[in-house]
């Protein structure tokens, strides 16, 4: 997997062509996992390449166990304040925004259904560029330097961090790719990034390719938003 990484990152001109290709060779890759902490009958098992299909632009490719591109993201480079997640289409479905203010330190980000513009504005055929979304959720990194528990990432709220009580916490560690998202209340696990295991005797997988899991009842769309928040978070 390293040299294939590799080769990847050497090809240039004819990327059209190459971009096709790159799609399928990742595919046979994906399905090569040699343990897995959970079946398909439990729960989705994506597999997550922190790399766009397409030429020079930076991004995520994800692929289900099935082999199929589930999701995307391909405007990654040069709008890090503002991240779409796309389907396997190409229809955003979460747009990821960081919170812009004058502090010197700002730790939110904020979660919208669809796509939003500049400014959080959107438009559609009826709606004009003054119209506004609201967030469905805000994510608060957390400062390591405030809490006892150095093992906590960052903490979900539903629509903004006026709610009291966050509903979602991450923890572990997303530099080694082993990161839990647990429901704050029961505090069981509803997402999880793990790494890759290689085959015995196959490629080895680095950290651009990694593993998340999805547990039954939770958005495997919202859960690549929290790959993508701790991305940016943490890189």
Known sequence: ?????????????????????????????????????CSSSTC?????????L?????????????????????NYAGRRDQTIL???????????CRHKNLKLVDNNWFIYEGEVLGGHDYTTSTKTSSSRKKPIFCVKKQMKILQSNINVLAHVYYHGISD??????????????????????SRNVVAEIRKKQAVAGGATFGLEVF?????????????????????????
């Open 211 to 235: 593993v998340l899991d999805v547990m039954p009842g939770f958005d495997s769309g919202f859960a690549m938003a929290m790959v993508l928040l701790l991305d940016q978070m943490f890189s």
């Open 54 to 74: 397409i030429f020079c632009c930076k991004g995520f490719t994800v692929i289900g166990s099935d082999g199929n591109l589930v999701y995307r993201v391909d």
């Open 44 to 52: 989705v098992s994506l597999t997550v390449w922190r790399k766009s």
């Open 164 to 185: 009291k009580r966050y509903s979602y916490i991450i923890e572990g560690s997303y530099a080694n790719r082993t990161c839990k998202v647990l429901d704050a209340k």
């Open 1 to 37: 997997m390293l040299l294939f990484l590799k080769s990847i990152r050497s090809r240039s001109v004819n990327h059209q062509n190459h971009d096709h290709q790159d799609q399928l060779e990742f595919k046979s890759y994906s399905c090569r996992d040699a343990t897995t902490t």
């Open 86 to 96: 796309m389907d396997g289409s190409g229809k955003p479905i979460l747009t990821i």
